[in-house]
């Protein structure tokens, strides 16, 4: 199988980073006019400045990373978003998809999960509740940030699952 990766999207992160800068200006703009300032609003102005200067700068920096996102090989998936290193075919049982808001996942069904559950970081394992929560599975691939086809990647490990799991067990979820 070829080795495939998938990158943060350019376009997306060149998105977020201008109009996060176009809000900053906003932000700079109400802090420097004198109507805010009469009117006690140079607060909003400070706030916009500081959430929408994080936001450009994450923004940037996702845009310069240039370390693969999500690799999917003969060997299993790796996504660096999850943290837990690479998941190898042998421990994934299936995969189903998801989305909220626009955004896909692919949920993973893992063999043993909380041998998996226990690699997180600490402030990581306190989100499997939450995607729980969400009728999310406790580690989901995040599309989100990607141009990945989620229908296509979905379809390619659910069929490694079927290679790599036991015979006669149904592994498959529908597509989206």
Not at 93 to 113: K, M, V, Y
Request: proline content about 6%; overall charge positive; charged content about 20%.
């Amino acid at each position: 199988m070829e080795r495939i990766i998938i990158n943060n999207s350019r376009v997306r992160f060149i998105l977020l980073t201008v109009l996060s800068l176009a809000f900053v200006g906003i932000g700079v703009m109400l802090v420097t006019s004198a109507s805010a300032s009469r009117a006690g609003n140079t607060w909003k102005g400070w706030l916009a400045i500081v959430f929408f200067g994080a936001c450009a700068a994450v923004g940037a920096w996702q845009l310069f990373d240039r370390r693969p996102r999500l690799v999917i090989d003969d060997e299993g998936v790796f996504d660096r978003t999850l943290k837990v290193g690479r998941i190898p075919w042998s421990a994934i049982a299936g995969a189903t998809p998801q989305s909220i808001l626009g955004n896909h996942f692919i949920a993973l069904d893992l063999r043993n999960e909380e041998e998996w559950i226990a690699r997180l970081p600490k402030p990581y394992r306190s989100m499997v509740k939450g995607n729980e929560a969400l009728g999310f599975a406790k580690l989901n691939l995040n599309l989100s940030g990607t141009d990945a086809k989620p229908a296509e990647l979905l379809a390619l490990i659910q069929y490694k699952c079927a290679q790599h799991g036991p015979p006669g067990t149904p592994r498959v979820g529908p597509l989206i």
